[in-house]
């Protein structure tokens, strides 16, 4: 009877260390750049503009994602090396590529979650070339990114929320 519960206390010994390998790969994964997306994404083009000189380049999104990315979400440019990309934005009122503004680090993550604080911000933006709200409209689509960031819903005139699509019957 020795011998079944020496396998027994094995047995467990082992499932709780592949318990815990698997809560340390989980952490890493979530550390890390997280899922890889699918070819058809990666193969996406994205302008990015470099935030400092406001020189903007079109990748793809694998190429982007090779280049690698700093934990405020800037891209690496490749010809600097510096981590300075950022998504870009055209300004509605001169059409050049601007940078996206950054979010005001006050969260721990070094920015708000919240999309409306976003909204607020981008409803201020003034463009860095020509000084003029670069979105004067608040229809004019989807806002841009954020860098690291989920986009927020376009506000309608007036300040309410978009309304959602009536049900689709079948
Ligand atoms: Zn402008």
Redesign the pocket.
């Known amino acids: 009877m020795e011998g079944g519960t020496r396998i027994v206390v094995i047995v467990v010994l082992v499932l709780l260390i592949i318990g815990g390998l698997v809560l340390v790969l989980n952490h890493l994964g979530v550390v890390s750049s997280g899922p890889t997306p699918p070819p058809h994404v990666l193969a996406r083009i994205v302008r990015k503009i470099d935030k400092d000189t406001f020189e903007v380049m079109d990748l793809s999104l694998g190429q982007w994602r090779k280049l690698g990315y700093n934990k405020e979400g800037k891209y690496k440019n490749p010809k600097t090396g510096k981590y300075t990309m950022v998504p870009s934005m055209t300004?509605a009122?001169?059409g050049?590529d601007?940078p996206v503004p950054e979010l005001p680090a006050t969260g721990p993550e070094g920015g708000p979650e919240d999309p409306m604080v976003y909204e607020e911000m981008m409803r201020n933006y003034r463009?860095p070339?020509?000084g003029?709200l670069?979105m004067p409209s608040p229809d004019m689509g989807e806002m841009p990114m954020p860098p690291g960031g989920v986009a927020p819903r376009p506000v309608q005139p007036g300040g309410a929320p978009p309304r959602p699509a009536p049900p689709v019957r079948r």
Do not use: F
């Open positions: 300004c009122h001169c050049k601007i463009c070339l020509c003029q670069a």
